[in-house]
């Protein structure tokens, strides 16, 4: 949802806030890991915009994750001329056997070495601007447990950027 709000979808009245949507261009954007395209056709979702690179987890798993982040990487960067782009981490992207601190659950996903190896990948990429975390949902981790394996895999990704 916050995809299609930033690339100009969705109620008007937050898809073009103030009359400066889209935020985004689809063709700036890569969405990496996916998996729910059957899922979401099935509910009626409209699948990802044709312009938007989109890198499933199938093509993920095939390429290898630095390779899948290095192809993503490129095409954020293309002639080493624009402003740099933004890494959003969206956790459910992780397998749900090891993260079910998501409120959108759904087997298979990326494994925690994937994981940090695309962030440290991104990260190294020669123009990343920055890095948000998002649906993760520490109700559903009482103690705290999955919040320091997230923490950690961050921490590795950007350890290795010293």
Same mark, same amino acid.
């Given at each position: ?7 100009? $979808?969705?109620?008007?009245? /937050?898809?073009?806030?103030?009359? $400066? ?67 959003? /981490? ?19 996903? /990326? ?52």
């Amino acid at each position: 949802m916050e995809l299609a709000l930033a690339t100009g $979808r969705g109620p008007r009245v /937050l898809a073009d806030l103030e009359g $400066r949507g889209p935020l985004v261009r689809d063709a700036d954007v890569v969405a990496l890991g996916f998996r729910d395209a059957e899922e979401s056709a099935g509910y009626g979702m409209q699948p990802l915009p044709s312009a938007l690179h989109a890198l499933e987890l199938d093509t993920v798993r095939a390429l290898g994750a630095a390779e899948a982040a290095r192809r993503a990487v490129r095409v954020l960067t293309g002639d080493g001329t624009g402003a740099g782009y933004w890494i959003h /981490l969206d956790v459910d992207v992780l397998d749900d056997a090891i993260m079910p601190a998501v409120d959108y659950r759904q087997p298979d996903g /990326l494994t925690w070495q994937e994981l940090e190896t695309v962030l440290r990948t991104a990260l190294t990429g020669g123009g990343a601007a920055g890095l948000t975390v998002a649906i993760f949902n520490p109700r559903l981790d009482p103690d705290g447990s999955l919040a320091r394996r997230l923490v950690d895999c961050l921490v590795r990704a950007f350890d290795s950027q010293g």
